[in-house]
């Protein structure tokens, strides 16, 4: 999403303040310097390598000064200093020599999640997912792409960048909204500011300007109440901090548009922010003021009593000022405002800087993903942690598995049938073997054959239920098939004219498919699949078949997964029709996530015709996933 980005070329006294803050930063948040100047050394020298010095360096000074200005911990600061370098994976190895292990992860992890990202899926709700994934993987991950995500959108104008209206919409519909479910402020509403100008300057400069008017009608009040306030503060002996804010012109819109009101109904648009040391002291706080100003009626909220859903707390109380004015007055303590600003990081600076408490940080994190999650329909989500992993087909699919799953659970959990059959897989497009395990965010494609089949090995590695039955089942018609072959009188050559054999249609077997018979009662053989359910858990006598004869056509159902659009009914039966096949039936139905899924009863000669279709229907647009049954 974020990398390669082309900046313009910025002046070397600009570069030299960056080096500087950065310096004069890190060295406050962790006693230290020498980590840092190791920093940019390396970061300066990988630049001159690939010739994008100016691009590279000034990008991660600025993206690692955001990440001390969010109270990160140090190995996240560093490799926001590193990650701009274009190519990054290649110095991964020198990266982890020089900086650690936990550095090099957190950037390996970040290449996956930006990868997983630029996979098209027309289905919005896998966008989601893949927040995730990464969510599951490593919290100062998404801390990481939150701070990149803004240090671009902060030089949108100046940068020329891919896809500048997709990064603007993905910023609102997905990072924005994330940085404020986890209550980093600080990041959502910059985020949401900038995006907004980008989407509509022209509503957002009708609202700045009206907004400008109305502040600089009321600042001598505004500045006559803090005066007030904070005399009747000083009487009552409560040590407080009062600053003033002005909302912003996005949360202004939005409210506004909430409310369907115009400016003049917006209470809070000027606030003041009393910081105390206590919640006693915060509910003195509030009497004071309402002894003092007449309050506006319905607009009070008590998040502090009853906290928002990420966390948030504070009292909020609307007054009229002694001109008449609206006026809020936000009252929070110390440590409820730098959740507010800065997120989980707030955590740990009430712990007596203990910034590598896992436990901790776990549980914090953990309270407010749980909460993000309480929007999704989807419940199974909601187990991310600990024991769950997440991994993405090649279009996005994402397949939970449990930790320690490798390449056969994957391929099991996509379809059985692609299970029976794989060889290998490529994973984040590096090749790999059946028993390699998957790790969160990983991108796996399988890579399937038909002379492939599943082995007794594969039984030591497999962490799924799924793919035990699965190979188990597949395992025993095997040698239930070699038993049969030997006996001439019990091995069967199928027929499809022949009174005795039936295709089962549960799983419509056709040629090159891998079957099975099940003898029934009435002394006749029902040929299934062997990946076939029925299978697994039969009973009865197992009978060897094979095919016979050629050029017969055979019934098999084909579904297919896709998103909603007109015409693509349409495109898939033309793909059909194109490759000589006959459709018996049809059958849609439509999700409310606007995808559709769609069951084509055909009658096809082989399962290599059906392979090859399966190919050309998986390129039409909006198509997520074809399988059989």
Request: positive net charge; contains cysteine.
């Amino acid at each position: 999403m974020i990398n390669p980005i082309i900046m313009t070329l910025q002046k070397n006294s600009m570069e030299s303040n960056l080096q500087k803050d950065f310096l004069k930063e890190f060295e406050s948040a962790f006693g230290s310097v020498k980590e840092a100047e190791k920093g940019l050394e390396f970061v300066s020298n990988a630049c001159n390598e690939s010739l994008q010095k100016n691009s590279c360096l000034v990008h991660g000074l600025e993206l690692a000064n955001l990440l001390l200005n969010l109270k990160q911990r140090k190995e996240v600061v560093l490799a926001g200093l590193i990650h701009p370098l274009k190519n990054i994976g290649k110095y991964l190895e020198k990266v982890e020599k020089e900086f650690g292990k936990n550095v090099a992860n957190l950037l390996d992890s970040k290449i996956r999640f930006e990868k997983a990202l630029h996979i098209k899926s027309e289905n919005k709700e896998d966008s989601r997912k893949k927040l995730l994934v990464v969510v599951s993987t490593n919290p100062d991950v998404i801390m990481l792409h939150l701070a990149d995500a803004l240090v671009i959108l902060r030089k949108i104008s100046e940068i020329q960048l891919e896809n500048k209206d997709e990064f603007i919409s993905e910023v609102q519909e997905i990072f924005a909204p994330l940085a404020h479910k986890i209550g980093i402020y600080q990041i959502s509403s910059e985020m949401n500011e900038l995006a907004f100008k980008q989407a509509d300057p022209k509503t957002y400069s009708l609202i700045s300007n009206a907004v400008n008017k109305t502040v600089k009608g009321v600042t001598q009040d505004i500045k006559k109440t803090k005066e007030i306030l904070e005399n009747e503060l000083k009487k009552e002996k409560i040590n407080t901090e009062i600053s003033g804010r002005i909302k912003t012109i996005y949360s202004t819109y939005t409210k506004m548009k909430r409310k369907k009101a115009g400016l003049d109904k917006i209470y809070d648009l000027i606030a003041l922010r009393v910081i105390t040391d206590s919640i006693k002291d915060c509910y003195e706080v509030l009497g004071i003021i309402h002894s003092v100003w007449k309050p506006i009626p319905g607009e009070f909220d008590d998040y502090i009593a009853k906290p928002k859903g990420n966390g948030y707390k504070a009292l909020h109380a609307a007054i009229q000022s002694h001109m008449g004015n609206p006026i809020e007055i936000q009252i929070k303590t110390k440590e409820m405002h730098d959740e507010a600003e800065y997120g989980i990081a707030s955590h740990w600076i009430y712990k007596g800087g203990e910034k590598d408490s896992k436990f901790d940080k776990k549980i914090e994190w953990i309270k407010q993903i749980l909460d993000w999650q309480k929007t999704s329909n989807d419940q199974t989500e909601n187990r991310i942690f600990e024991k769950e992993i997440f991994a993405l087909t090649p279009k996005g699919q994402v397949i939970e598995l449990p930790d320690g799953a490798t390449v056969i659970d994957f391929a099991y959990a996509v379809h059985s049938d692609i299970g029976n059959h794989c060889q290998n897989a490529k994973i984040n497009g590096s090749i790999a073997p059946l028993h390699t395990v998957i790790k969160n965010s990983d991108i796996v494609e399988i890579i399937t054959s038909q002379k492939q089949v599943p082995k007794m090995n594969w039984l030591g590695f497999v962490k799924t239920s799924k793919a035990k039955q699965k190979i188990r089942a597949k395992l025993q018609i095997q040698k239930s098939n070699k038993t049969s072959l030997l006996n001439k009188d019990t091995a069967q050559k199928i027929k499809i004219n022949d009174k005795k054999i039936r295709i089962a249609k549960c799983c419509t077997p056709v040629p090159g498919d891998d079957i099975i018979g099940l003898k029934t009662t009435k002394r006749k053989i029902s040929v299934h699949r062997t990946d076939c359910d029925e299978v697994s858990g039969y009973k009865g006598t197992l009978i060897g078949v094979s095919w016979h004869g050629s050029g017969n056509d055979y019934k098999t159902e084909l579904i297919v997964h896709a998103s909603d659009r007109l015409g693509l009914l349409k495109d898939l039966l033309e793909v059909i029709s194109k490759s000589n096949i006959t459709v018996s039936s049809t059958n849609a139905k439509i999700s409310s996530n606007n995808s559709v899924q769609c069951k084509f009863g055909l009658k096809i000669k082989n399962v290599s015709q059906l392979e090859e279709l399966s190919k050309k229907i998986s390129n039409v647009k909006g198509v997520t996933k074809v399988y059989r049954e």
